[in-house]
């Protein structure tokens, strides 16, 4: 037994130990980046939902705000959608997102967007500019034509 412990403190303090534990933390960086390429990629998940009224298909790629997140989470969903003005369609979301750090829109064709004082969510058909409690949610990415034409009951899901 006295040999086997003499043998042990001979590697140790001939430095054997501690190049095991070099390359054993030399290991850990390696390790801790290949989490951080993981958490970026999941970080960089798009948020598309699609919009299905009149048997046509929108769809809007989210912003990674949280009122895009709010919306996002309460779907699938179908609602009526309502005309207002004579450039956006508008739905009530069951329940109200939360704008913080949700940049403020400058709503043009195909913008989602979110009216903070009244809760409602509104798809532009037309340019529209700015106002007051007017948050940006995405962007259609196909199917523009078809939001001047929504009615009635529409389904909205995530893709």
Same mark, same amino acid.
């Given at each position: *037994?006295?040999?086997?412990?003499?043998?042990?403190?001979?590697?140790?303090?001939?430095?054997?130990?501690?190049?095991?534990?070099?390359?054993? $933390?030399? +290991?850990?960086?390696?390790?801790?980046?290949?989490?951080?390429?993981?958490?970026?990629?999941?970080?960089?998940?798009? *948020?598309?939902?699609?919009?299905? $009224?009149?048997?046509?298909?929108?769809? =809007?790629?989210?912003?990674?705000?949280?009122? !895009?997140?709010?919306? =996002?989470?309460?779907? #699938?969903?179908?609602?009526?959608?309502?005309? =207002?003005?004579?450039?956006?369609? &508008?739905?009530? #979301?069951?329940?109200?997102?939360?704008?913080?750090?949700?940049?403020? $829109?400058? +709503?043009?064709?195909?913008?989602?967007?979110?009216? !903070? #004082?009244?809760?409602?969510?509104?798809?532009?058909?037309?340019?529209?500019?700015? +106002?007051?409690?007017? =948050?940006?949610?995405?962007?259609?990415?196909?199917?523009?034509?078809?939001?001047?034409?929504?009615?009635?009951?529409?389904? &909205?899901?995530?893709?």
């Amino acid at each position: *037994m006295r040999r086997i412990i003499t043998a042990f403190l001979l590697v140790l303090l001939a430095g054997g130990l501690p190049s095991c534990v070099n390359e054993k $933390a030399q +290991a850990s960086p390696v390790h801790s980046n290949a989490t951080d390429k993981t958490n970026l990629v999941e970080d960089k998940t798009e *948020m598309k939902i699609t919009v299905t $009224a009149n048997e046509k298909i929108t769809v =809007y790629e989210l912003n990674s705000s949280q009122a !895009a997140k709010d919306l =996002y989470n309460q779907l #699938p969903m179908t609602i009526e959608v309502q005309d =207002y003005s004579t450039d956006e369609k &508008i739905f009530y #979301p069951p329940e109200k997102l939360n704008t913080v750090d949700t940049p403020r $829109a400058n +709503a043009k064709t195909g913008t989602l967007a979110y009216y !903070a #004082p009244w809760g409602d969510v509104v798809m532009f058909y037309k340019d529209f500019g700015t +106002a007051s409690g007017l =948050y940006e949610l995405g962007t259609c990415v196909s199917g523009e034509e078809y939001i001047r034409e929504m009615s009635g009951i529409i389904k &909205i899901e995530k893709q």
